[in-house]
């Protein structure tokens, strides 16, 4: 069996990774981007599903087209890069999509973290719709080591409030190592990804304690009552509340961006995407001294499964991914059937 071949039975359907990227290239382009701001969606999209992150897989495409539909972002947009200083540049997304605005930056970025062993990059004027960790891992896997933060729209209360405040506010890491595949994790700075409770919602299942609370302020593990005019607790207490604040001080106030509660949706309805910005730092690790990094990588993850750690961050994604790539990327096939409608729309 072709992993390129779309195999359907009465409930699933089995599509080739460059097949799914090519029917959502087609449906972005039909619902208002530019060819290459599609095909970069397109993959990002399509590479969570493969990868079993389903809360940013297509579950996420009627929030893009119903953004792009109600004139919030500019699906057209043509990032503008900065070349700030020796270890610094700055992206304008034009009201557009992050990860285009990444893409536009990304050889000056890395030209400037070979040399000087540190890069930054800060992006703003952006909307970041997607899973967190496709921005990291391929500079993991050219040898390098990158941390990204992005700042979301408000729906977290922070510790010891009574009212939201910050984004999900996730965190990714990339690093590589010597006999593997890099080293990732992705992870919101609230108790659970937002889209996981819109997942929860939509299969009527209960969240566990901890996750939000309702519209009164009182914990719920009711996800309609979370979104439904509840919000989301930050992970850990105090701890993953600071983080957050980090998040934000870093994607928003160090960027130019806007913080989590600095943008409205009201004249755009629709809108889902937030509108705030993202920073990326990337580093060289061969500038350091001593053994390669990426043994030295190797050797923790030696150390953790010898002290019993049976799965490390990122495992399960990847052990999906192959199983993706040799038998191709399982869907709903009402779901299949729902994105190839999109085409005639």
């Given at each position: ?145 990158a941390l990204s933060v992005v700042n979301s729209m408000t729906c977290v209360v922070p510790h010891g409030a009574d009212r939201p405040l910050f984004g999900t506010n996730p965190i990714a890491f990339a690093a590589p190592r010597a006999d593997g595949s890099p080293i990732v994790f992705d992870l919101a700075t609230s108790a659970i ?153």
């Amino acid at each position: 069996m072709s992993a390129q071949s779309p195999i359907v039975d009465s409930a699933t359907t089995f599509i080739g990774f460059n097949d799914l990227v090519g029917l959502l290239r087609a449906v972005f382009v039909k619902h208002g981007t530019s060819p290459e701001v599609a095909a970069i969606l397109a993959h990002n999209c399509a590479s969570a599903e493969r990868d079993g992150a389903h809360s940013h897989g297509i579950f996420r495409m009627p929030g893009y087209l119903s953004t792009l539909a109600s004139g919030w972002v500019n699906g057209k947009a043509i990032p503008v890069v900065t070349d700030v200083a020796s270890g610094f540049v700055r992206v304008d997304a034009g009201n557009g999509f992050a990860q285009p605005a990444l893409a536009a930056a990304r050889a000056l970025l890395v030209e400037k973290a070979r040399s000087a062993g540190i890069a930054l990059l800060a992006i703003h004027n952006s909307h970041h719709f997607a899973a967190l960790w496709p921005d990291v891992e391929p500079f993991a896997e050219e040898g390098l080591v990158a941390l990204s933060v992005v700042n979301s729209m408000t729906c977290v209360v922070p510790h010891g409030a009574d009212r939201p405040l910050f984004g999900t506010n996730p965190i990714a890491f990339a690093a590589p190592r010597a006999d593997g595949s890099p080293i990732v994790f992705d992870l919101a700075t609230s108790a659970i990804a937002h889209g996981d409770v819109q997942i929860a919602a939509r299969k009527g299942e209960r969240l566990p304690p901890g996750m939000g609370v309702d519209s009164l302020g009182q914990p719920t593990q009711d996800p309609k009552a979370v979104l439904e005019g509840g919000a989301l607790l930050p992970f850990g207490g105090h701890k993953g509340s600071a983080l957050s604040m980090m998040v934000e001080l870093l994607a928003a106030a160090l960027t130019g961006g806007n913080f989590s509660f600095e943008f409205t949706w009201a004249d755009h309805p629709g809108a889902r995407t937030p509108w705030t910005g993202q920073l990326l730092i990337v580093i060289d690790p061969s500038k350091t001294a001593g053994q390669h990094f990426a043994e030295r990588s190797q050797e923790l993850v030696r150390q953790m499964h010898a002290v019993g750690l049976r799965r490390l961050p990122g495992d399960r994604r990847h052990r999906t991914r192959a199983k993706s790539e040799q038998q191709g990327i399982e869907l709903e096939a009402q779901d299949l059937a729902r994105l190839q409608a999109l085409l005639a729309e």
